[in-house]
């Protein structure tokens, strides 16, 4: 049997702010130089590990809401540190980002 990825309510922080200081599934949106439309957005892993990690809108639709963003797709975090448990799915943490939540699957 399968465990499910935890869920985790994200939190928007601001770039003046360290993501390190906030909980599991806080996000920040990034740009690329020049641009005021946000090119993706860092977060805590939704699992509480304290790992962040990245998606590019380019490649994950988001819905332009900044407040409760959405993802069409799947996010799958991969191990980046020693010690990260990985699940039986062969991803340390896998689900979606709807509504500013982030909700694993299995």
Same mark, same amino acid.
């Given at each position: 049997m399968h465990e499910k990825s935890p869920d985790a309510l994200g939190t928007r922080v601001s770039k003046e702010e360290k993501l390190e200081d906030f909980g599991p599934g806080a996000y920040r949106y990034w740009a690329k130089a020049g641009e005021k439309t946000p090119g993706g957005l860092h977060f805590n892993c939704p699992c509480g590990c304290r790992v962040?990690? =990245?998606? !590019?809108?380019? #490649? !994950?639709?988001? !819905?332009? !809401? %900044?407040? #409760? @963003?959405? *993802?069409? =797709?799947?996010?799958?975090?991969? *191990?980046?540190? @020693? =010690?990260?448990? %990985? =699940? %039986?799915?062969g991803w340390h943490w896998r689900g979606k980002l709807v509504q500013g939540t982030f909700i694993g699957t299995i």
């Amino acid at each position: 049997m399968h465990e499910k990825s935890p869920d985790a309510l994200g939190t928007r922080v601001s770039k003046e702010e360290k993501l390190e200081d906030f909980g599991p599934g806080a996000y920040r949106y990034w740009a690329k130089a020049g641009e005021k439309t946000p090119g993706g957005l860092h977060f805590n892993c939704p699992c509480g590990c304290r790992v962040v990690y =990245g998606v !590019n809108f380019e #490649r !994950n639709k988001w !819905n332009s !809401n %900044l407040e #409760r @963003p959405t *993802l069409v =797709g799947t996010i799958a975090c991969q *191990l980046v540190k @020693p =010690g990260q448990s %990985l =699940g %039986l799915d062969g991803w340390h943490w896998r689900g979606k980002l709807v509504q500013g939540t982030f909700i694993g699957t299995i």
